[in-house]
């Protein structure tokens, strides 16, 4: 298929404020796309060159898109720049400025969705030296090949900027519809997705081998897994009530890692499928030498950990952990350990389907004493107060609480559900847990802000059964000026004209963002609000955070990882609850 049928397909995404639209549009497209090319379709769609595990990517800065349109075009860099700056889009200047150059261009034979892949790939995988010239001239080549319009796509999606916003559950229930004319094959879809984390494989397997190769999908060594979450409950006795006799490990709180032992290799990827092996150094060392396995996928939360002190060092210190740069050095300085406490694979065998209890017993075989790795601490009952002690003694070492297991649940990728509970601390006159916002569009400020054309922040929980952003609250404290200043950097970055298709608000902010940053907010309760539609129906007003206020900075979860509507609205019964008691 041609490429310039795929543009043609974003023009119309482009075109749709409506997400029933976008499925349509999508599963019609869907049909049309042939066997050996609908994985390189779906990463478009997902607007990657490759799932974001593989850690390959385009690496092109704007500077270097607009040599490549300049070379493309014939235009000079000024030119170029100028477009850019009238029309705020790399992506329109190269349509505009091909535009005109392509009256007098002879028509090439236009590329395949094939053959724009494998060149963008190609520049994505031209490294080292004399890398940034040879990547230049791949991406002008291919520019002088297409359309204006195919351009545009092609520029905004070298720059991470296609913004269709279309999310994974609109791709699985299109990918769905296009096979079989209904919804109905989404669960299979999802299910193989959760365990390898690749949709374009995925859907090759699908589109080649039919619905019934999704069944034989099975963990694999190298491929992510989406980790299983843990809901919440308000007390220790409403745990043992709800899952009865359980085990409750301690809650570290750092960063939870899922390490691949692949024979001498070892991989780690973090919870959002990224690969980040080369920043845990201590990690992949211990991995060669405490799992006793060939092959093994063990699952852990990773904390900086002072052996002299016998202490955690606070989150803030772990996070710092996260680089690409001097890696070897902070290693040394705040080394990690690796809280173990659940394993998925051992040479052979898949062990998401068995219970807990037996999952848990392997993996005390298989890891052997040391200091990197250890087993996170665990406890076995069926005693509300022994719970609550445990959990007691775990706030008092540091830790965030606990999380309790039911004993008899499979690991189900993916899934958050009650098979794992957290029991976390409960702030005085606070809401117990925090809550992960997407932001979806800010407000410019009035008096002190308007100085940093910065005020409030419009956001947004995940509707998951809709694959739709809920407006939950206007957030304006808990930055500094200077963190205000750069967020709003970050966020004109990602400015849209109108709302994006998958947002739900009655609100309008000065200016609409892409769905894409993700914070972490605290607030004192969640209030019923007519302004916001998170949990609205009909009649039935939704849900408001009462004076939210960000934690930190931008977290490293995607809009479809923040806090669901459904787990909004638990926590105002369990909020409720507390307040009765
Ligand atoms: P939070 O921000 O509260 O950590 P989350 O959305 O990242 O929430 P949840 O599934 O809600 O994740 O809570 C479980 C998280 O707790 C895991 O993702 C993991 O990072 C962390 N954790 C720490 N210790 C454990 C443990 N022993 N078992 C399971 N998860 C643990």
């Known amino acids: 298929?041609?490429?310039?049928?795929?543009?043609?397909?974003?023009?119309?995404?482009?075109?749709?404020?409506?997400?029933l639209e976008m499925f349509n549009i999508l599963s019609d497209f869907f049909k049309k796309v042939e066997k050996d090319e609908i994985d390189k379709v779906i990463y478009f769609c997902e607007e990657q060159i490759m799932p974001p595990f593989k850690g390959i990517e385009i690496g092109m800065a704007e500077k270097m898109v607009e040599k490549a349109i300049s070379k493309a075009t014939g235009k000079s860099i000024k030119e170029v720049e100028e477009s850019y700056k009238k029309l705020g889009d790399l992506g329109l200047a190269s349509e505009q400025l091909l535009k005109k150059k392509q009256v007098t261009l002879i028509k090439l034979s236009p590329p395949s969705i094939k053959e724009v892949y494998e060149i963008l790939l190609k520049i994505a995988k031209t490294t080292g030296e004399g890398s940034v010239d040879k990547k230049i001239d791949l991406l002008a080549g291919l520019l002088t090949r297409v359309s204006a319009k195919e351009a545009k796509y092609i520029v905004r999606f070298v720059l991470g900027r296609l913004r269709l916003g279309i999310g994974d559950p609109t791709i699985m229930d299109s990918l769905s519809q296009a096979i079989v004319g209904d919804r109905s094959l989404r669960s299979e879809i999802e299910r193989a997705y959760n365990l390898c984390s690749d949709l374009g494989l995925v859907a090759k397997v699908l589109f080649e081998k039919g619905p019934k190769a999704l069944k034989q999908f099975k963990v694999q060594v190298g491929l992510p897994i989406r980790m299983a979450l843990a809901e919440r409950l308000a007390s220790a006795k409403e745990i043992i009530k709800k899952i009865g006799k359980c085990a409750a490990e301690t809650k570290y709180d750092g960063l939870r890692l899922a390490i691949h032992k692949d024979d001498g290799k070892v991989e780690i990827f973090s919870r959002n499928q990224e690969?980040?092996?080369?920043?845990?150094?201590?990690?992949?060392?211990?991995?060669?030498?405490?799992?006793?396995?060939?092959?093994?996928?063990?699952?852990?939360?990773?904390?900086?950990?002072?052996?002299?002190?016998?202490e955690f060092?606070?989150?803030?210190?772990?996070?710092?952990?996260?680089?690409?740069?001097?890696?070897?050095?902070?290693?040394?300085e705040f080394p990690l350990v690796l809280f173990a406490f659940d394993l998925l694979y051992k040479d052979g065998k898949d062990f998401t389907k068995e219970a807990y209890v037996k999952r848990r017993e392997e993996l005390e075989k298989t890891i052997k004493k040391g200091k990197t790795i250890r087993l996170?601490?665990?406890?076995?009952?069926?005693?509300?107060?022994?719970l609550e002690k445990f959990f007691e003694l775990n706030i008092e070492r540091g830790t965030e609480g606990i999380v309790a297991k039911r004993l008899d649940a499979p690991y189900q990728a993916g899934a958050r559900n009650f098979n794992w509970i957290k029991l976390k601390r409960s702030y005085k006159g606070e809401l117990q847990d925090t809550v992960d916002v997407v932001i979806v569009g800010y407000f410019k400020?009035?008096?002190l802000r308007a100085r940093l054309g910065i005020g409030?922040?419009?956001?947004?929980?995940?509707?998951?059964?809709?694959?739709?952003f809920k407006t939950i609250a206007k957030v304006g404290s808990g930055l500094s000026e200077e963190n205000w200043i750069k967020l709003r950097e970050l966020l004109d970055k990602t400015k849209v004209s109108k709302k994006p298709a998958r947002v739900d608000s009655l609100i309008k902010p000065d200016v609409w963002t892409e769905p894409k940053y993700v914070f972490t907010v605290m607030a004192d309760e969640i209030t019923h609000s007519p302004v916001h539609t998170a949990g609205r129906k009909g009649n039935k007003p939704g849900f408001a955070l009462r004076f939210p206020r960000i934690q930190g900075w931008i977290r490293d979860k995607k809009p479809e990882d923040a806090t669901t509507v459904k787990e909004i609205t638990e926590m105002f019964e369990m909020q409720k609850r507390v307040k009765e008691s």
Do not use: W
């Open 275 to 310: 690969r980040m092996t080369h920043m845990f150094p201590e990690i992949v060392k211990a991995a060669k030498e405490q799992i006793k396995a060939n092959k093994a996928i063990i699952e852990g939360e990773a904390v900086a950990f002072n052996d002299e002190t016998n």
């Open 456 to 468: 409030a922040l419009l956001a947004c929980v995940y509707d998951d059964e809709e694959d739709t």
């Open 1 to 19: 298929m041609l490429f310039l049928q795929l543009a043609e397909c974003f023009e119309k995404l482009e075109a749709t404020t409506k997400r």
């Open 376 to 386: 996170a601490e665990k406890i076995v009952t069926d005693d509300p107060e022994e």
């Open 445 to 447: 400020g009035k008096g």
């Open 313 to 332: 060092y606070p989150f803030q210190v772990t996070i710092t952990r996260k680089r690409k740069y001097e890696v070897a050095e902070r290693s040394k």
